[in-house]
């Protein structure tokens, strides 16, 4: 009896004909097993989006069951990797070959992974929120990997203006005094001595970037070491004093406003072999109320825009 249950997508007229850019699902939730270079296979809790595009005018609607099942596929059977992210785009088309020319697919997110601590090297967990965004368009597969890496910027004017402060404050101190070393040591020591200091703020780089049409394999981990070590004040997980004074060393040599942080990662990200980049730069600024941003991009035809 079941045999004979009625499709309404397949069987029914549209209310209206026209064709759809993308038809599907979103925020279906799944635990996918992630392979990447560097990193031991790792089960993350994604969330998908999920489509085709709907190109027959008189069709009701897609099958987004089938959708759903594809997903369960790479969810339960498979490993994430490039290859079969666009095995399960061919999956969604050749379920859909009399409705759609078109799949796509975003999975999000957190992705933890052990770091050092700066000096002390003792081992803690950072989550880095992932985006992980793959098209199959008439034949043609394309690949976008995002993520997000938090650090601390200190801001160089707020840096002048301390060391203008220490500077006024050593003179009201030691003006027509005599000098010696012990003095001026324990002078810089205390809390009359530093009498300003720069402020900061945890600060976000929105990366994404688009992998070259050859990648078999993430390289997630690649990526964020580019960024932090080139913005040099990478957010800390376990911390030892020796850590957080060395976090403030990094940060007093890598004063930066949101314009220094988005040149370094653009003329970084230009050196790499990607596709296309976009950069959003984001410093939650402690003095003020409001955001500093920059963006850059790679500038490359039809690619990203800010």
């Known amino acids: ?17 026209g064709t759809l850019d993308w038809v599907g699902m979103g925020n279906i939730e799944l635990p996918l097993v992630l392979e990447s270079k560097g990193l031991n296979q790792v089960t993350v809790t994604a969330k998908a989006d999920a489509f085709v595009n709907l190109q027959k005018e008189d069709a009701k609607g897609i099958h987004m069951s089938r959708l759903f099942l594809a997903l369960d596929t790479l969810s339960c059977e498979q490993v994430l990797t490039p290859k079969t992210l666009k095995q399960l785009l061919d999956n969604f088309l050749s379920t859909h070959s009399d409705l759609s020319t078109g799949a796509k697919v975003t999975l999000q997110f957190e992705l933890p992974i052990r770091r050092p601590s700066l000096l002390s090297k003792k081992m803690g967990w950072k989550s880095y929120p992932i985006t992980l ?11 976008e990997l995002a993520l997000d890496v938090a650090y601390s910027s200190t801001c160089p004017c707020s840096a002048a203006l301390s060391r203008q402060l220490i500077q006024n404050a050593f003179q009201q101190a030691f003006d027509g005094k005599q000098l010696d070393f012990h003095s001026v040591h324990d002078w810089l020591g205390s809390t009359e001595g530093i009498v300003a200091t720069p402020h900061s703020q945890r600060s976000i780089a929105n990366i994404k970037v688009k992998l070259t049409d050859n990648s078999t394999e993430f390289e997630i981990l690649d990526l964020i070491e580019l960024v932090e070590n080139e913005l040099k004040t990478p957010v800390q997980a376990a911390v030892k004093r020796e850590d957080e004074q060395e976090f403030a060393r990094l940060n007093g040599q890598n004063l930066m406003f949101c314009e220094d942080a988005a040149r370094k990662l653009k003329a970084l990200l230009n050196q790499q072999t990607y596709l296309d980049f976009y950069v ?7 003095l003020h109320a409001h955001d500093a941003v920059a963006y850059a991009v790679k500038g490359v035809e039809d690619g990203y825009r800010v």
């Open 1 to 17: 009896m079941q045999n004979n249950m009625p499709d309404i997508a397949h069987s029914a007229s549209a209310l209206q004909t």
């Open 133 to 143: 965004d793959a098209t199959l368009i008439n034949g043609i597969y394309k690949l």
């Open 280 to 286: 959003k730069i984001n410093h939650y600024e402690s």
